[in-house]
Structure formats: C-alpha cells, structure tokens
C-alpha cells in the first residue's frame, strides 16, 4: 500500500466522540482523490502523519431517487453523499438520529443546509431503543451483519 504523507490544517470536536479533521497535502502537490463514502486509514508516529489511498465499499450508485439512513457515526459517509446528491440535483432524503443529542454530530449544519425536508433528524434517539413489542428498527450496521447486499 501506497501511503502518502499530510499535515494537518484545523481540528474540530463535533461530539465526545467524533472529531472533523481537515488535511493538506505533506510532500505531494495534492491528495488523493476520493469519492462519496470513502474511507482512508491514517498512520501516526515521528511527527508525521500518512494516509492511505480511498477505498470505497459503500459508493453512491445512480438512482431515481435516494432514501439515506445513518445512526450515529454513520452519518459521515452518508454526509459526503448527500453533498454530492444537492450537487448534481438529486433526489434524496437524509433520516439521521443518534443515541443523544450530545453524540449527534452535524446536525446544525444539516438543518442549515439542507433543512427539514432533505434532513430528518432525531438528534435523541434514546426513546427508539424502549419501541413497543413487535416493533423493528434497521440501521445500516443491522442489514451489513445480516449480509443485505447494496449496503
């Protein structure tokens, strides 16, 4: 695997637990080029700072229509996503929610942009988990276990 050096440029704490970390290239003239809902592994240690190349197993494919859910962290990819989708003019809705509103991640900057009808939130998902008997949620991490292709 090719790793390619980058440095730093801002620092954010969305929630306790996820951070918005804005990179620059280190020795290249650029970073690699990435598409909505890839991932890249970083390396740390002597002071550097090395990502590796995109790898994207969850791509945004061509649609009529675009229906996204995230759970908490999840939303990252599905972020990109749908920035690519109000690019090109697609047409999607975003459902979001989170264990709390403290783990809820991006949402102010959802509703600014996008609003209510392209980003449903439930930034307290804590009354989801007491649903009545015989109710069923599915998030994505639920149907990639259970093998559900296209997720």
Known sequence: MTWTEAVVVSHSLMTPDTAVIDLAPGERPELPAYTAGAHIDVQTGSGRLRISPP?????????????????????????AMVHQLDAEGGDYTLHYCARSRTHAAFVPQLKERFGNDRAATQPDAAGVRQRPRGIRRYGLDHLRRRGVNGV
């Open 55 to 79: 790898r994207n197993r969850f791509p945004l494919v061509t649609a009529r229509r675009h229906l996204l859910f995230a759970d908490g962290i999840g939303i990252t990819s599905l972020l």
